[in-house]
């Protein structure tokens, strides 16, 4: 029996609990300005990017997995794309990001850390 809770029981299955709270950075490319993420119980994300330029937010909606990786839209339909990995050890957080909206397609990275639980 205890054989069995071992083996029906892994690290991953509550890895989840790590991502949760809030997260926050800046972003850079075409367009750069500051972004926040609140990572839910349930791995669901979102959040706002800010443009320094244009003085827009953007909304952010998608999912987190138990690994770290994000894959998130921009906008309400999908207007870009906000993807990249969270890490658990050092609680930093990195990745792409696109946005279609107004006009023309504008790109580029993010990077922050999180901020609270």
């Not at 993420?37 to 791995?43: K, L, P, R």
Request: with cysteine; proline share 2%; glycine share 12%.
């Amino acid at each position: 029996m205890t054989a069995f809770l071992f083996i029906g029981c892994s690290k991953d299955d509550d890895t989840i609990y790590d991502f949760i709270g809030t997260w926050a950075g800046t972003y850079e490319g075409t367009e750069k300005g500051n972004w926040n993420i609140v990572v839910a119980t349930d791995g669901k994300v979102t959040g706002t990017m800010h443009s320094d330029q244009t003085t827009e937010n953007y909304y952010i909606s998608g999912y987190l997995s138990e690994s770290g990786e994000l894959n998130a839209t921009i906008g309400s339909p999908d207007d870009g794309s906000f993807k990249g990995t969270l890490t658990r050890e050092d609680k930093k957080a990195s990745g792409t990001w696109t946005n279609a909206v107004p006009a023309t397609v504008r790109s580029g990275t993010w990077k922050g850390a999180k901020t609270s639980k």
